[in-house]
Nanobody, 124 residues
Framework: QVHVLESGGGLVQAGDSLRLSCAAS????????MAWFRQVLGKDREFVAT????????DSADSVRGRFTISRDNAKSTLYLQMSSLKPDDTAVYYC?????????????????WGQGTQVTVSS
């Protein structure tokens, strides 16, 4: 069983930066794709960013590209999401997800393990 636990959310002002962390356990962390998704209350959960377990390549949603950076520290079994130039529209619960595949994907169905989420609130 794989467990993932997010941390680092909070209340910030527009234009601020914030870093989310996701600690993973239960298997060889570096071998599998990981991702961040987010969800606003009453809306569908949406893709934010993903990182490959093959070569560390990344992909991110158009809405966050250039502002958010996904990265991983395999030695610490930890996934990160560095968020900068935050906007009120970034307000959401952010979820860390672990795949059973090595290749990255934007599809939620490729991710079998999910954290409980961490709230990010950006005030204007």
């Amino acid at each position: 069983q794989v467990h993932v636990l997010e941390s680092g959310g909070g209340l910030v002002q527009a234009g601020d930066s914030l870093r989310l962390s996701c600690a993973a356990s239960g298997r060889s962390f570096g071998d599998y794709a990981m991702a961040w998704f987010r969800q606003v209350l009453g809306k569908d959960r949406e893709f934010v960013a993903t990182i490959s377990g093959i070569d560390g390549s990344t992909d991110s949603a158009d809405s966050v590209r250039g502002r958010f950076t996904i990265s991983r520290d395999n030695a610490k079994s930890t996934l990160y999401l560095q968020m900068s130039s935050l906007k009120p529209d970034d307000t959401a619960v952010y979820y860390c997800a672990a795949s059973t595949y090595r290749s990255r994907s934007r599809r939620q169905g490729r991710y079998s393990y999910w954290g409980q989420g961490t709230q990010v609130t950006v005030s204007s």
